[in-house]
């Protein structure tokens, strides 16, 4: 079942409430729309790696815990759920997002506190195309900071209960993630000439979806 192209929410193991919810969102984009609709999860009583049963419960996710539950509408759409882990240097946090393809092509749904790493068009030819749309603009502390970029993981190898229906976090299944083949994006010759971003981005990126309890914490994420 777990390899099956389109299973029903039963099948997963969700209610039926949770089933509707997540059917009811028929396309990438209609998906993206509910992700970005979550509020931004600041991990405030500590870290975190909900279900999708848990993201919806708690109405509120950061990266990978709404990369789930997109891929989770796209399997019950008979869409593969696939992840794409960008890993960023030792001075930054990584970034996980659902794939999905159109003609042949990737697109991204992906929740982001800021504007810059969020939904991609379905027009990259390739996973590294698709990961380099995100070089720009993923900087900390005035630094360009993306390094590498996985090959796409398909969540139907792992058992349901690990990370739709689990009442724990999820660490295995992100420990996977982390363990999957990457790939680098730039040679360390070429950091040399990366360009810091102008004070018109840094102003751009001080915008936040959702603000948290401290300035610094909505940034975070």
Known sequence: ???????????????????RLL?????????QEFVSGLQANFEQAGWTLRSVRGVLRHREAHC????????????????????LDLTADKDDSDHVVTLFRRGGCWGAISKS??????????????????????????????RK????????????????????????NCWDVGAALDDARHYRLIR????????????TVLRADDIVQYESRDRKTARKY
């Open 145 to 168: 900071t993306l390094r590498t970029y996985s090959a796409s993981v398909d969540l139907r190898r792992f058992a349901t209960d690990t990370w739709v229906t689990s009442e724990e």
């Open 188 to 199: 360390p010759a070429q950091m040399r000439w990366l360009m810091p971003p102008d004070a």
């Open 23 to 31: 059917l009811s969102l028929r396309t990438p984009q209609h998906i």
């Open 64 to 83: 990978i815990e709404a990369a789930f539950v997109a891929a989770c509408a796209l399997w019950l759409q008979g869409e593969p759920p696939l992840l």
């Open 113 to 142: 506190n800021h504007a810059w790493l969020r939904w991609r068009d379905p027009v990259y030819r390739s996973l590294r195309e698709l990961a380099m749309s995100y070089f720009h603009e993923y900087f900390n502390k005035g």
């Open 1 to 19: 079942m777990r390899r099956r192209k389109r299973p029903t929410p039963a099948e997963l193991g969700l209610t039926a409430a949770e089933g």
